[in-house]
């Protein structure tokens, strides 16, 4: 997962930046639940994270456009946590924490990572981020793809838990 970067704010109050709002947030079995009655009971969607041709690996709860997170109320106990004047030490371990204690996006004693996941996935069946994602972090200098890269893709998300996903894909490659 990614690094931590703190926001400008050093009072400890969210600044609403987003900087913290990843794509693979580690959540429990319950905190799921609790999202999701909320996101049914309130008609939450997911915020669009492909834009004029971008991609923005935010969360899909994280409303860029008026910065604020659209689940606040029922937010994951990492986000609630999170504090951007702490230590990014202390962040640091917080965040292994969560995603020990996670079942979504949670990542061993071995530091092997197992149930990847996205909100879009977990909530809206909507698998594009998570593969954009995958695909960007496995693509050659010039964003492609081959055979072997998508293999390794396959490989991965198998191993993380999403071998539903791997079996609903099919590539196409170009005949050179």
Known sequence: MNKLEPCTD???????CGNCCTIAIPITKNEESTIREYIQKNNIKPVNLFENGNFYAYCCFYDRKNHKCNIYDVRPSICRSFKCNRNMNDLEKE???NH????WNHIDENNEIKNITTFDLLFYDDPRPLLTLMF????????????KR???VLEQLEKWGQSELVKSIRPVFEKK
């Open 10 to 16: 050093c009072c400890g109050n969210c600044s609403r």
């Open 95 to 97: 965040k292994v924490k």
């Open 100 to 103: 020990k204690r996670a079942y």
């Open 136 to 147: 960007r972090m496995n693509a050659d200098e010039n964003d492609n793809i081959d055979e």
């Open 150 to 152: 998508y293999k390794t």
